[in-house]
């Protein structure tokens, strides 16, 4: 049979299966009598029907829910004033809405408001998106040699100092554990070019290991997050002046944070430590993990987690914030399969039983990047810790039917408020961005694409990358198709976005969008773009 045409049976499959979801039913829907509090205060759009948090009206009996969008209106009754918008959700258009919910007495009579919203409706996944433009296989060879002709990379090879001009080289932990993670899956992926990746990897482990702290320090072994000084730069040539966010060619992020950690980056440098002991043999890389653990394990909080940012010279809590603590659980877990100590394992286990009681129980997704300030609750929610979570539960109860079930509920979320199979709203008209409320630009970004977080409500490669290892961890547990289709129709994204040089761009941007002539890309957001087409390269059919 040939290809073309398993492929289009494939898709009829999955159409099959997106017609028959289920957008009416709630994700996780707070109940104020069972403690179960509401995640989408700050939330602007649903795929799937919502439920907030409209409060009780006295000597209400029931309430009555009006809705206006679309050209149209819709109503409903119910005996709470939380209930979701179930009843009426598959009749209404994919739109700009706005609710009102009003306590009715036993007369018949409004007795008061119970509450009002205003959001957008979004489509779900309906097929027709832009087939690929090129293999998997070769949009992520593309990728890696593009990454390696690149000042950015290709200076610390050559000379053992870290590119001045790639501004990202301001956040050493993040730049260089990716560096390390890409080149390990180019040489594991393509073995003529692996002596060549394999001196990249090299070549940034040697320079994070340059950076530890001294094993007398109080968080030794850990890697800072910002750069421990400026880049360097010609102030006729280079800078501030480029750009308003810039202090001289630093992110104004990494400038104003320099001195603190983030405390999820140590283990994503002692995650690729572990990689490069194992693909080199060479057990300084292990050593210098073992100790990044141990100081996890020496300042871990009562709670279970750790403080989100501290001081680096003296260990001091900067930012008393959680740390959502899905990177320190996978790096404990390749800390346990690397050395066999259990101690490892164990650890892993406590990060996701503070998880269990923390967003498992309250989905407080937050938001926890170097370059943007930490929020109070639910006002900077991401996919990105939320899938984290799910891949840990199906990378080690995949066999647990509840254990899938909490999985979907993950997915399910992400893609309610973080993908956009389409354009969420005509061009022309103004809604909220989801946790700014500010005006939200549709024609701005390319559609299929997967946004980042409320603080950064944008298009982003490495999103929609995650959101694609996350369909496929879900098509393998459960066999669904939908689940194979979304993950193809991001990564056949990817493969449009790709300019013929190999650059994926970090913004998924329009013409008319500022961010789409900017080249400072994030090249740990490429190489995860890479890693995910390889990934879907294995087990589907290009």
């Known amino acids: 049979m040939e290809v073309s045409v398993v492929i289009g049976m494939i898709a009829a499959v999955a159409m099959a299966a997106s017609a028959a979801e289920d957008v009416s039913v709630p994700v996780r829907p707070g109940c104020s009598g069972r403690g179960v509090p509401f995640w989408n205060a700050h939330a602007a759009f649903f795929r799937y029907a919502p439920s907030f948090d ?275 659980m996978a790096f404990f ?32 997704w937050d938001g926890q990047f170097e370059d943007i300030e930490p929020r109070p609750p639910y006002q900077d929610l991401t996919e990105h810790n939320a899938i984290e979570t799910m891949l840990h539960l199906l990378g080690r109860r995949a066999d647990d039917p509840a254990a899938c079930r909490q999985a979907r509920e993950l997915l399910r979320w992400s893609e309610d408020q973080f993908v956009f199979w389409e354009a969420p709203c005509r061009a022309e008209e103004k809604v909220p961005c989801a946790g700014s409320g500010r005006p939200f630009a549709p024609g701005k970004w390319h559609y299929p694409s997967v946004f980042e977080q409320y603080s950064c409500y944008i298009a982003i490669d490495a999103s929609a990358s995650k959101m694609i290892a996350a369909y496929l961890a879900m098509h393998g547990a459960e066999g669904n198709p939908l689940d194979l289709a979304k993950a193809r129709a991001l990564a056949d994204a990817i493969t449009q976005m790709q300019e013929p040089s190999g650059r994926v761009p970090t913004f998924w941007a329009e013409k008319d969008n500022w961010l789409s002539g900017v080249r400072y890309d994030w090249l740990n957001c490429m190489a995860s773009c890479a890693a995910a087409l390889l990934e879907l390269a294995a087990v589907s059919i290009e």
């Open 333 to 364: 877990e390749r800390l346990a399969e690397a050395t066999g100590d259990e101690r490892w394992r164990k650890a892993a286990d406590e990060c996701f039983a503070w998880l269990e009681n923390g967003p498992l129980a309250d989905w407080n």
């Open 54 to 328: 409209f409060k009780a009206v006295p000597k209400a009996v029931r309430y009555r829910f009006s809705l206006k969008g679309g050209g149209a209106g819709e109503s409903f009754e119910a005996d709470s004033p939380e209930a979701p918008l179930s009843p009426v959700w598959k009749r209404m258009a994919n739109a700009q809405w706005t609710v009102v919910c009003e306590g009715i007495g036993a007369d018949g009579a409004v007795v008061g408001k119970a509450g009002e919203r205003s959001f957008v409706k979004t489509a779900p996944y309906a097929g027709g998106c832009a087939p690929a433009a090129r293999p998997y296989r070769e949009a992520a060879r593309r990728i890696y040699e593009y990454m390696t002709s690149l000042p950015a990379m290709k200076t610390l090879v050559e000379t053992g100092v870290p590119e001045q001009n790639y501004q990202h080289n301001a956040y050493p932990s993040k730049t260089h554990a990716a560096h390390i993670k890409a080149m390990l899956g180019w040489a594991k992926a393509d073995p003529q070019n692996r002596d060549k990746a394999m001196r990249f990897a090299r070549a940034s482990g040697e320079y994070l290991l340059s950076q530890l702290e001294p094993a007398d320090a109080p968080l030794a072994f850990w890697p800072p997050t910002y750069g421990r000084k400026p880049l360097e730069y010609d102030t006729r040539t280079d800078g501030g002046k480029m750009r308003e966010s810039m202090v001289g060619n630093d992110p104004a992020g990494a400038a104003r944070y320099r001195g603190q950690v983030m405390s999820l980056y140590p283990a994503d440098v002692g995650s690729q430590f572990v990689a490069l002991a194992e693909a080199t043999g060479e057990k300084k890389y292990l050593e210098a993990a073992r100790g990044i653990g141990e100081t996890y394990l020496r300042i871990r909080r009562a709670d279970g987690t750790w403080a989100l940012k501290y001081w680096l010279a003296t260990g001091e809590v900067q930012c008393p914030n959680p740390l959502v603590p899905t990177r320190p």
